[in-house]
């Protein structure tokens, strides 16, 4: 399968490391989960999707990572995932509007707290009909609302932003 452009820009952006510990929010058919466990060698991705078909996908397409342990893939939504704090150390999402559409406190609470100490949140989307102008900044301040610092637009091959926890 071709890897789309917002998915290799994304990637290029959150520049998972060997031993990162990883969450992709809304896996889809499970492409940027194959880019990041080929670049993990004692890291792990944690793969979550809402949708059963998704995590499915993501699974199969990914089956030796599955195997090998860099990689878990479950059915859930953020709002309702449970991990242990400070386990992780980057989270991303391409083209996921809960960012956007209404308030998302209760999915940055659950960020918030599985991220470690300066631990990186991505919020990306590919460009389109995703306006630069209209969404990061409403992005922007939820994150920082929300108890997340540095907070950074991006731009170049996609938009999105970044962002740290204390």
């Not at 060997?18 to 492409?31: H, K, S």
């Not at 059963?52 to 860099?70: I, K, L, P, Q």
């Not at 509007?97 to 918030?112: D, I, K, M, S, Y």
């Amino acid at each position: 399968m071709k890897v789309p452009d917002r998915v290799r820009w994304a990637l290029s952006v959150v520049d998972p490391g060997p031993a990162d510990r990883v969450l992709e929010i809304g896996c889809g058919p499970g492409v940027a989960a194959a880019l990041v466990c080929s670049l993990l060698e004692t890291g792990h991705l944690l793969a979550i999707d809402r949708s059963a078909v998704a995590v499915r996908r993501t699974a199969e397409r990914n089956a030796s990572y599955v195997d090998s342990g860099r990689l878990s893939v479950k059915q859930v939504s953020l709002g309702e995932l449970s991990l242990p704090p400070a386990s992780l150390d980057k989270a991303f999402c391409v083209n996921v509007n809960l960012f956007w559409v209404g308030n998302p406190a209760a999915e940055l609470a659950v960020l918030r707290k599985a991220l470690r100490q300066g631990g990186q949140l991505y919020i990306l989307y590919g460009d389109g009909p995703t306006k630069h102008d209209r969404v990061t900044p409403m992005i922007a301040d939820a994150l920082r609302d929300n108890g997340f610092t540095q907070v950074e637009v991006l731009t170049g091959g996609g938009v999105g932003v970044r962002a740290k926890t204390r």
